[in-house]
């Protein structure tokens, strides 16, 4: 069972989203095809991913992970602020995202990541080494992009112009993903209000 904490966004943030990776999509010249594009009812926020649950070895790690979500509870909401597209991997792009403001907004989200971080290690979920860097994945770029192919994908990113889309997340979620031909497919376990 693959597993991850997502903060929730409405669907007036989603909507946005889906429509700028669209916007992307299909701007002239731009390498549509070399990247597998993140579906609308797919779109997240990962605020921790767990990765893959042997749940036949570890039988109570998903009611675990659910009292440590349960500690969030009523915490608070949390502010979001897009400020732009942005490619994740340097000169070979591997992820098209939105990334977050510096500021006020993203300190509250890497303060909530680590008070879940806190109370999955109280229920005995390792800590994650991996830096926080929290974004909106738009699409995946395929791996048999050529060069042309990702110095497009990163002129177009570096041209667009700078996003002030505000949100909040006023819950986050365990979700499952599960892996298909058509890309993942995701089942909300648990939901906690902020």
Same mark, same amino acid.
């Given at each position: 069972?693959? $597993? *991850? /904490?997502?903060?929730?966004? !409405? !669907?007036?943030?989603?909507? /946005?989203?889906? =429509?700028?990776?669209?916007? @992307? &999509?299909?701007? %002239?010249? *731009? %390498?549509?095809?070399?990247?597998?594009?993140?579906?609308?009812?797919? @779109?997240?926020?990962? $605020?921790?991913?767990?990765? =893959?649950?042997?749940?036949? &070895? #570890?039988?109570?790690?998903?009611?675990?992970? =659910?009292?440590?979500?349960?500690?969030?509870?009523?915490?608070?909401?949390?502010? $979001?602020?897009?400020?732009?597209?942005?490619?994740?991997?340097?000169?070979? %792009?591997?992820?098209?995202?939105? !990334?977050?403001?510096?500021?006020?907004?993203?300190?509250?989200?890497?303060?909530?990541?680590?008070?879940?971080? !806190?109370?999955? #290690?109280?229920?005995?979920?390792?800590? =994650?080494?991996?830096?926080?860097?929290?974004?909106?994945?738009?699409?995946?770029?395929?791996?048999?992009?050529?060069?042309?192919?990702?110095?497009?994908?990163?002129?177009?990113?570096?041209?667009?112009?700078?996003?002030?889309?505000?949100?909040?997340?006023?819950? /986050?979620?365990?979700?499952?993903?599960? @892996?298909?031909?058509?890309?993942?497919?995701?089942? &909300?376990?648990?939901?906690?209000?902020?």
């Amino acid at each position: 069972m693959r $597993l *991850f /904490v997502e903060a929730s966004l !409405d !669907d007036a943030t989603l909507d /946005v989203a889906w =429509e700028i990776s669209r916007a @992307l &999509r299909d701007r %002239p010249g *731009f %390498p549509a095809s070399s990247v597998r594009w993140v579906k609308r009812d797919a @779109l997240h926020l990962t $605020l921790r991913f767990l990765g =893959e649950v042997d749940t036949d &070895r #570890e039988p109570d790690h998903v009611e675990n992970v =659910e009292r440590a979500l349960a500690a969030l509870a009523g915490v608070g909401s949390i502010p $979001l602020q897009i400020a732009a597209l942005t490619a994740i991997g340097g000169r070979r %792009p591997r992820v098209i995202a939105l !990334d977050m403001r510096r500021g006020p907004a993203l300190d509250r989200q890497v303060e909530a990541r680590a008070q879940l971080d !806190d109370a999955l #290690e109280l229920v005995g979920v390792a800590a =994650e080494q991996r830096p926080f860097r929290p974004h909106l994945t738009l699409g995946r770029v395929r791996r048999q992009a050529g060069a042309a192919e990702q110095s497009a994908i990163r002129l177009a990113i570096d041209a667009g112009p700078p996003l002030q889309i505000a949100a909040t997340v006023r819950s /986050v979620a365990l979700v499952q993903s599960t @892996l298909t031909a058509d890309g993942p497919q995701y089942r &909300r376990l648990a939901r906690v209000e902020l």
